[in-house]
């Protein structure tokens, strides 16, 4: 029988504290593709390793217990923890509104486009979707034909489940295996939440890049706020409402590892050059208290201004254009 | 004893072991609409609560029978303090409950988040400290006997429950594991 394995190495006050110097996500490491597309077998032993180089012994401990054949990583096991994790994850999109705070953004964005000379239908991508809650939720919540909803995700497992779930939840979506550095869909907004912390470096370039390649007209990205505040709220949403050794430590890491507003902006402003970009302001207005969620938005150059009067109040949200 | 004291804090009690199994549903469905997910798992804690709630009612009845009349009032001043505490937690739920059923995402955010979040961390604490204000300072064996019975299920069953869960749900992870 496959047991969870329990975390072990650093104290909790070091999880919190003293955040390895390579902040990584197991998530991350279990899953390979070959360059052509194929899945590729994972060596455990090369997982824990680079664990230990970047000084997470914890994810270390996590990975060292799981299932494995001759050394490799029992893939089916794999699949059924990230669909396991994921399903743990989305408990946090529910709590923090993803859906609904993705709706609230759709629609002064989508009223601008149809403003400024782009008319129906839309086609709204979610790119880094996991099991699809927001697509889901959005697809739930706005049913005319006008809009369709797709997810993308690298990993084929999810998008089955995340298939597997709209079918049940009796929604209409679309969920496909896509890489965010090379899309494929064709899209009218792109959207995702919960997924640029993953990108690092020279990657959340590539990310942007992609954006500029592709034929949207806007993006929306939603993702944690870094803080020193936010590792603390973290450890605390997660110990309380996470089973998984594996979500627990991700969710901590994906808190320290989120990108400030500044790095964001910059690698969207030279990267997805055809767009104007704003970012929602760190703090909570009139006080000094850190915002949990990120929000960066870019629309094609010239519609940032109609979006924020579109926006209204909720334009006060946002730093100025880029 | 009491019995309008012994009704308020079963149902006190009934009310946890409902949020309990609430709790213990939560994370295991990614469905969308998970109301009658979580309102069977919420009755089915409530109704799971009712033996042990029924066999430590059956042993502060034993206590109080042998023990007399100088018992009952002690186990009726424990009831009260118990409700009050209790009272006062319960209270702070459904607060939250009231927020997080408004329009404002920003409110029912911070309902979930900042008060059902540390209250759910804090629980084993609060059942703890609850019952030791309950029985007080210098209990009779009876009432100490009763506190325990009430304390260590009362922190321990959802932990071990959840734990349980923990093992089995990469086993059958699906996006629906009941
Ligand atoms: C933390 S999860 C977020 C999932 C979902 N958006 C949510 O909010 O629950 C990050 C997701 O990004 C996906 N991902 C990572 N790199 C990717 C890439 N290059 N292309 C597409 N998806 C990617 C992962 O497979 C994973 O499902």
Redesign the interface.
């Known amino acids: 029988m496959f047991v969870e394995p329990r975390p072990g190495g650093q104290a909790v006050w070091q999880r919190l504290w003293v955040p390895p110097p390579g902040l990584i996500e197991i998530t991350d490491l279990l899953f390979e593709r070959n360059p052509d597309g194929t899945r590729a077998p994972v060596r455990r032993a090369s997982v824990v390793q680079h664990c230990v180089e970047h000084g997470d012994r914890w994810a270390a401990g996590i990975v060292a217990e799981m299932p494995s054949t001759d050394g490799w990583l029992d893939p089916e096991y794999v699949d059924r923890l990230m669909v396991a994790v994921h399903c743990e994850i989305q408990r946090l999109s529910e709590e923090f509104r993803h859906g609904a705070r993705m709706a609230e953004l759709l629609v002064p964005l989508l009223a601008t486009l149809g403003r400024c000379g782009q008319p129906p239908p839309y086609r709204v991508v979610d790119v880094g979707c996991g099991t699809g809650y927001v697509v889901r939720w959005l697809s739930d919540w706005c049913t005319t034909p006008d809009v369709e909803f797709v997810g993308v995700d690298l990993n084929p497992a999810l998008v089955d489940a995340a298939r597997n779930l709209a079918a049940r939840d009796g929604v209409r979506c679309r969920f496909e295996v896509a890489d965010a550095f090379s899309l494929t869909e064709p899209a009218t907004v792109l959207i995702s939440t919960g997924v640029m912390h993953h990108f690092r470096g020279p990657d959340l370039d590539r990310f942007f890049a992609a954006h500029e390649r592709s034929g949207a007209a806007a993006f929306v990205h939603l993702d944690f706020q870094a803080s020193r505040l936010a590792p603390i709220g973290s450890w605390l949403f997660h110990h309380t409402r996470m089973r998984l050794a594996v979500t627990r430590h991700d969710g901590i890491r994906s808190a320290q590892r989120a990108h400030g507003t500044d790095v964001l902006s910059e690698s969207a402003t030279n990267n997805a050059k055809r767009f104007e970009t704003m970012i929602s302001r760190p703090s909570v207005r009139f006080t000094p208290l850190p915002c949990v969620l990120t929000v960066l938005i870019g629309t094609l150059s010239g519609l940032g201004q109609p979006l924020l009067e579109e926006l209204g109040t909720a334009a006060r949200r946002f730093n100025p254009l880029r | 004893m009491n019995p309008r004291l012994v009704a308020t804090v079963w149902v006190l009690v009934t009310l946890d072991c409902a949020l309990i199994g609430y709790r213990l549903a939560?994370?295991?469905?990614?469905?969308?609409?998970k109301r009658r997910y979580h309102q069977i798992a919420s009755a089915r804690g409530a109704l799971l609560g009712q033996a042990p709630l029924a066999a430590v009612t059956a042993l502060g009845v034993l206590v109080v029978v042998r023990g007399g009349e100088e018992v009952a009032t002690e186990f009726n001043s424990a009831m009260s303090r118990f409700i009050a505490a209790g009272g006062a937690y319960a209270g702070l739920i459904l607060v939250a409950s009231a927020m997080c059923s408004l329009r404002s995402?920003r409110v029912?955010?911070v309902a979930?988040?900042v008060i059902f979040?540390?209250l759910?961390?804090l629980r084993p604490a609060v059942v703890i400290l609850t019952v030791a204000f309950a029985v007080g300072r210098h209990p009779t064996p009876g009432l100490a006997l009763v506190g325990l019975t009430v304390v260590i299920p009362g922190v321990c069953l959802e932990m071990v429950l959840?734990r349980r869960?923990?093992?089995r749900?990469?086993?059958?992870?699906?996006?629906?594991?009941h």
């Not at chain 2, 939560?26 to 609409?33: F, N, Q, S, V």
């Not at chain 2, 749900?169 to 594991?177: C, E, N, S, W």
């Open positions: 939560m994370g295991r469905t990614a469905r969308l609409d995402v029912r955010t979930s988040v979040g540390p759910t961390l959840d869960i923990a093992r749900l990469v086993l059958h992870a699906d996006g629906h594991t």
